[in-house]
Structure formats: structure tokens, C-alpha cells
């Protein structure tokens, strides 16, 4: 199987809630489409310090993370990050990788979202069993 691509939206969740109290505009959300490499092996949604810079997301910690390539590096972590796929939405936390480093989806908010990996066309869906809502499993 190669690598996996899909097109997520990335909100700005604090911004998203200032909408909802009618302190700012709806034009004023911060909120980007991002080409993410769909990711099992990582755990948490990733993005890189241009989205970072363009979304502002506030930051609520800081985490080591160990990359593809073995090195450690403390990460920025931002909350709360909207991402929306299709029918789907779901907010988390994401770590913010060094630079330009490639955006990850990572397996969290892939179980959260309730998508999957169809190896045929290689591409990521939502849940067949589930097509008009996700389901999110308690046991």
C-alpha cells in the first residue's frame, strides 16, 4: 500500500467558539484545507509551524516527540483544533512540528472521526457501517 493523502480542513477552535457567542464574524474564523499524510503509526494529529503561524492556535504545553527519523524534539502543543473530513468533525490537541515538516493525521483523531483506509483505491473514507455520522466506540 503507498501513502495515503486526504484534504482536512483545520479550524480554528477558539475562533470557532467566538463565532457561536457572536463576538466575531464567521469570516473571521481562522480555518485552512491541508493535504495530511494519513498517518496509523503516529498517535496525535501534527501539523508544522507555517499552519501554526497562519492558524494561531493558542498553546497549552509543550511535548518531546520522537520523529520518523529517530530524533527527539520538543513540540509546541495547540488545542483546541477543529478538523473536519466529509460528513465528519471532531477537536484535539495537535503537536506542532519543526518548520515546513509534513502534516500528520494520526490515529486518535482517525478513531475519533470514524474513517478508514481503503487499500483498494487508497484513499481515506468514512466508515461504511456508519455513513451518516460517526460512531465513537466506549469499550
Do not use: W
Not at 483546541?80 to 518548520?99: H, M, Q
Amino acid at each position: 500500500m503507498g501513502l495515503i493523502y486526504a484534504d482536512i480542513e483545520l479550524i480554528n477552535g477558539d475562533d470557532l467558539a467566538l463565532s457561536r457567542k457572536f463576538i466575531i464574524g464567521e469570516e473571521e474564523v481562522k480555518r485552512m484545507h491541508v493535504n495530511m499524510l494519513v498517518d496509523t503509526g503516529s498517535y496525535m494529529l501534527a501539523i508544522n509551524e507555517n499552519i501554526q503561524e497562519q492558524l494561531q492556535f493558542p498553546v497549552v504545553d509543550k511535548r518531546k516527540a520522537q520523529l520518523a527519523n529517530g530524533h527527539i524534539v520538543e513540540c509546541d502543543v495547540v488545542a483546541p483544533v477543529e478538523l473536519r473530513f466529509k460528513n465528519r468533525a471532531t477537536t484535539c490537541r495537535a503537536l506542532v512540528l519543526p518548520a515546513d515538516c509534513e502534516p500528520l493525521l494520526g490515529a486518535i483523531p482517525l478513531e475519533d472521526l470514524d474513517v478508514l483506509i481503503h487499500p483498494l483505491r487508497q484513499e481515506l473514507i468514512v466508515n461504511p457501517d456508519h455513513p451518516y455520522f460517526a460512531v465513537t466506540k466506549l469499550k
